[in-house]
């Protein structure tokens, strides 16, 4: 079984920049694709970055030029860095990962994980 587990959220103001954490762990765990999605109040989960196990990223267009996903590490982590957010960055975010990053951008990730809160403030 694969645990994820979020940190890093919290509260920012408007144009400030904050880092989410994704740690992974168990036995199986190992060349997985793992991302971000995010989910506002009232609205449906929507993909945000994810990284393939050997470095291939994406982005989606709201986070291209704004948000940077790290690699995934040695020690199974990867670091999303938010910068220039705004009142719409805020909900919360969910760290997802599968075997594909096909699979992960779809939201069919097999495993995910709790969320953790970003609120931005204007």
């Known amino acids: 079984q694969i645990q994820l587990v979020e940190s890093g959220g919290g509260l920012v103001q408007a144009g400030g920049s904050l880092n989410l954490s994704c740690a992974a762990s168990g036995r199986a765990f190992s060349r997985y694709a793992m991302g971000w999605f995010r989910q506002a109040p009232g609205k449906e989960r929507e993909f945000v970055a994810a990284?393939?196990?050997?470095?291939?990223?994406e982005y989606a267009a709201s986070a291209k030029g704004r948000f940077r996903l790290s690699e995934v590490s040695t020690e199974n982590t990867v670091t999303l860095r938010m910068n220039s957010l705004n009142v719409e960055d805020t909900g919360v975010y969910f760290c997802?990962?599968?075997?594909?990053?096909?699979?992960?951008?779809?939201?069919?990730?097999?495993?995910w994980g709790k969320g953790i809160q970003v609120t931005v403030a204007s």
């Open positions: 990284v393939a196990w050997h470095g291939f990223k």
């Open positions: 997802a990962s599968d075997k594909t990053i096909g699979t992960v951008m779809a939201g069919e990730s097999a495993y």
